[in-house]
């Protein structure tokens, strides 16, 4: 365990552990939708993270921005198939600052990660790490859709997996996400899954 920073949420940090990551595209989510959720992580604020009340409230925000991210409606970069596949392989080769990814989906303005093994030696190894995929990633994406500007939204969510049980849960969750979200009759016909 290296430790825990926090922005709106509590980050836990291990060294060669395994991570569920979400990053959103930037203008995916309305100003209310944003204000609700940081009314909620401002109530978590005087609460004990391991009080019950603090995991209801940090499912509840989750189900809100998961029903909103996957209408997909809102800066949706990744709708076309051919940027999903693009994309799915530079996450396939992506291998920069102890960051590589076993397991992810693509979906029209978000990305749901599972990291490999993740090596970190501090909490700022960590998330240099992430904000390097990112700027790395926005480059790239810059480049196929002939833009120019910011892709995602400031933050992550990231989770640490502690175990097995809840490995294949995130696996699970990333494989079913776009038939869930109704982008297709089987998770097989997704292009930027894996």
């Known amino acids: 365990m290296l430790g825990c920073y926090y922005d709106q949420l509590p980050h836990w940090v291990v060294d060669c552990g395994f991570y569920a ?9 309305p100003k209310p939708v944003i204000q609700q959720l940081t009314e909620i992580n401002e109530s978590l604020k005087a609460i004990p993270t391991h009080d019950p009340e603090a995991l209801k409230q940090h499912r509840r925000s989750f189900q809100i921005l998961e029903a909103y991210l996957d209408k997909g409606t809102d800066h949706a970069l990744f709708k076309e198939r051919e940027i999903r596949s693009s994309m799915s392989d530079y996450i396939a080769n992506y291998d920069a600052y102890g960051l590589r990814f076993a397991h ?3 979906m029209p303005n978000h990305l749901h990660l599972m990291t490999a093994p993740f090596r970190a030696d501090s909490i700022e190894a960590f998330r240099t790490s992430i ?10 994406i810059n480049r196929a859709l002939n833009r120019k500007g910011p892709v995602w939204q400031k933050g992550w969510y990231d989770r640490w997996v502690r175990n097995e049980v809840e ?9 079913l996400n776009p038939v869930k979200a109704g982008l297709c009759q089987s998770s097989q016909d997704w292009v930027g899954l894996r």
């Open 131 to 140: 904000r390097q995929f990112k700027l790395r990633s926005t480059q790239r």
């Open 21 to 29: 990551i979400t990053l959103r595209c930037k203008g995916s989510l």
């Open 104 to 106: 992810w989906v693509i």
């Open 167 to 175: 490995f294949m849960r995130w696996q699970k969750y990333i494989t």
